[in-house]
């Protein structure tokens, strides 16, 4: 079973930057698809963003485009998105996944591995 780990979530203002970093110890996703998503206090787990296996592709909710950069490293086995301008209602628990390339890149059954989340809370 793949784990995969988030961090460099934190407590920011709004309008300020955090950029959260995803990792696979031990072993290598740079044939994956590899999202971010994000959950809410009762609210249902939402898509953020996601990039293909290379790079070449990314796609971006529309509540973050703009503001969110998802970039990867395949050398360094990381997955890193960019959040810029935050506004409270990014507040949330944020979540790293990957799935096999192919169609579901926006919904989160069609990921495989899942990490354990990294809460960002920003305030007003």
């Known amino acids: 079973q793949v784990q995969l780990v988030e961090s460099g979530g934190g407590l920011v203002q709004a309008g300020g930057s955090l950029r959260l970093s995803c990792a696979a110890p031990?072993?290598?996703?740079?044939?994956?698809?590899m999202g971010w998503f994000r959950q809410a206090p009762g609210k249902e787990r939402e898509f953020v963003a996601a990039i293909s296996w290379s790079g070449g592709r990314t796609y971006y909710a529309d509540s973050v485009k703009g503001r969110f950069t998802l970039s990867r490293d395949n050398a360094k086995n990381t997955v890193d998105l960019q959040m810029n301008s935050l506004k409270p209602e990014d507040t949330a628990v944020y979540y790293c996944?990957?799935?096999?390339?192919?169609?579901?890149?926006?919904?989160?059954?069609?990921?495989?591995?899942w990490g354990q989340g990294t809460q960002v809370t920003v305030s007003s």
């Open positions: 996944a990957a799935k096999s390339p192919g169609a579901g890149v926006t919904t989160p059954r069609s990921y495989d591995y």
């Open positions: 031990g072993r290598t996703f740079s044939t994956s698809t």
